[in-house]
């Protein structure tokens, strides 16, 4: 059982960056996949990013070249520093755990059997 703790979500102007943190309890973090998805009001839930126990990482395309993933397993702890934040970046980020994968399933919130409660990121203009 993993259980999962967003933070690091709040408002920013445009810009300007945050780095979100994911800190799980268990003792298998450190072989699941950790990824980030957000979800903006009226929107569907979208893949933010990945990273694999062995470090592959995953963007989508929106967010590639401002966005960078990271784990430290020593702390349980996956990142997300967010960069040049814009107001299509405002929604609530979750935090999901799941098995290891590789390629598209990695893309995929079905994939994610555990998810923590959400932070909040506002990007004004």
């Known amino acids: 059982q993993v259980q999962l703790v967003e933070s690091g979500g709040g408002l920013v102007q445009a810009g300007g960056s945050l780095r979100l943190s994911c800190a799980a309890s268990g003792r298998t973090f450190s072989s699941r996949t950790i990824a980030w998805f957000r979800r903006a009001p009226g929107k569907e839930r979208e893949f933010v990013s990945a990273i694999s126990r062995n470090d592959n990482t995953y963007y989508a395309d929106s967010v590639k070249g401002r966005f960078t993933i990271s784990r430290d397993n020593a702390k349980n702890t996956v990142y997300l520093q967010m960069n040049s934040l814009n107001p299509m970046d405002m929604a609530v980020y979750y935090c999901?755990?799941?098995?290891?994968?590789?390629?598209?399933?990695?893309?995929?919130?079905?994939?994610?059997?555990?998810w923590g409660q959400g932070t909040q990121v506002t990007v004004s203009s």
């Open positions: 999901s755990a799941g098995p290891y994968c590789s390629g598209n399933v990695c893309y995929e919130h079905s994939w994610y059997d555990h």
